[in-house]
Nanobody
């Protein structure tokens, strides 16, 4: 059974940093695609960042470019999201997503086969 378990969320002041982790178990995603999405109250889920199987290619939502960095450790079957210069509008539940396949478009939610339960990130002003 595949599981994606996120950790690292919490409460932080604006301008602060957090690092989210997502550990996958049940199968390897070293040849696949991994990403992060988020959903704020009353809003639809949106793409945050995605990374290719090798880590050589990544994509970011315009709203987080220059502030967030996605990276992965295939040996640990884990993907990370380093979030710097956090803003109140970054407040949301953050979800890890994974696909065992290589995807050309990292931002499409329907391309991901597995999802985590989410971790809350709250940024206070």
């Amino acid at each position: 059974q595949v599981q994606l378990v996120e950790s690292g969320g919490g409460l932080v002041q604006a301008g602060g940093s957090l690092r989210l982790s997502c550990a996958a178990s049940g199968r390897s995603f070293s040849s696949g695609t991994m990403g992060w999405f988020r959903q704020a109250p009353g809003k639809e889920r949106e793409f945050v960042a995605g990374i290719s199987w090798s880590g050589g290619s990544s994509d970011y939502a315009d709203s987080v470019k220059g502030r967030f960095t996605i990276f992965r450790d295939n040996g640990k079957n884990t993907v990370y999201l380093q979030m710097n210069s956090l803003k109140p509008e970054d407040t949301a539940v953050y979800y890890c997503a994974a696909s065992p396949y290589r995807r050309a478009d990292l931002s499409r939610g329907h391309e991901y086969n597995f999802w985590g339960q989410g971790t809350q990130v709250t940024v206070s002003s």
